[in-house]
């Protein structure tokens, strides 16, 4: 393999490569991006091998969908011990992108449903198009969600929510799901990829230190007791601008070389 070539990747996924930015697509678009075996580890091993190049990474999808979840095909014939299996399967994946090398920005459209939802909030930033959907039709089709539902959508939108998802099968759409705080950004349909890489583009010039203090202190801050919180903050953020990267942006600004806060 070339230093640049991806992983072996299952034909459900393609990876493009524009400069640090790489971008990860679902592309199974006549099954609406289910989420099957061979693709869910595809993801995992694309975010465990990135290139060291790459900075950020864009998450798109292929066909007017972000991903119909489970391939439903793949359940029907699991024992109970194969389904702890097959959700821990997932849990290991969908880590690789949540707690992995650099920030993920996902781009939403149409269908986010079960699993799919499940791999857009492993995503650091969603940028959703109007056609979005949010849903959980796990209730509806009997079982329960596995791939991180129940430890990441509450914390974005309230356990009493989801749970009024799983119960009723209620479907929030883009307007409400950017209200909820589900996506980062909302934009018109077929102007996801361009935000999204416009994003990706941003977090690429951030100290490489940032990144890593936004994607593995912060959430564990989050969820820390306050004492140990803070204290865990004091340290992330003396590590953090003891680096010579912050001392030269800091003089930077300083000296007048560096951007102000812009409004827009
Ligand atoms: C599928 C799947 C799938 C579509 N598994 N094959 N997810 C769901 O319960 C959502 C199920 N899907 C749907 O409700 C609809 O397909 C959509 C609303 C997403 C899209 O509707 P539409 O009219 O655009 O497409 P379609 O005609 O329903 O589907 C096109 C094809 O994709 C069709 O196959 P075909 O061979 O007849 O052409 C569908 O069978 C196929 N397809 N969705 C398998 N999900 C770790 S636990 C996670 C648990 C879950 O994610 S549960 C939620 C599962």
Known sequence: MAPHDPPPLPTSLTAEWRGDIAILRLARPEKRNALNDPTVEGIGAFFSS???????????????????????LELSECSTVEGVAHSMMWHRAFEQIELGRVPV????????????????????????????????????????VGGGASVRV???????????????????????GQALGISHYLVDNGEGLTKALDLAGKIALNAPIT??????????????????????????????????????????????????????
């Open 50 to 72: 990135l290139p060291a190049h790459v900075k950020a990474v864009v998450l798109d999808s292929m066909g007017d969908n972000f991903s119909a979840g489970l391939d439903l």
């Open 105 to 144: 920005v996902a781009v939403l459209k149409g269908a986010v449903v079960g699993g799919g939802l499940e791999l857009a909030v492993s995503a650091h930033i969603r940028v959703a198009e109007r056609s979005a959907y949010y849903a959980l039709p796990e209730g509806q089709r009997g079982i329960f």
């Open 154 to 176: 509450p914390r974005l939108i309230g356990a009493s929510r989801m749970a009024g998802m799983m119960l009723t099968g209620r479907v929030y759409g883009a307007d409400e």
């Open 211 to 264: 990144n890593f203090a936004v994607m593995h202190a912060l959430p564990r801050i989050a969820e820390a007791n306050p004492r140990e919180g803070f204290m865990l903050e004091a340290l992330m953020a003396a590590i953090a601008q003891g680096s010579d990267e912050a001392k030269e942006r800091l003089r930077a600004f300083l000296d007048k070389r560096a951007k102000k806060v812009t409004e827009f």
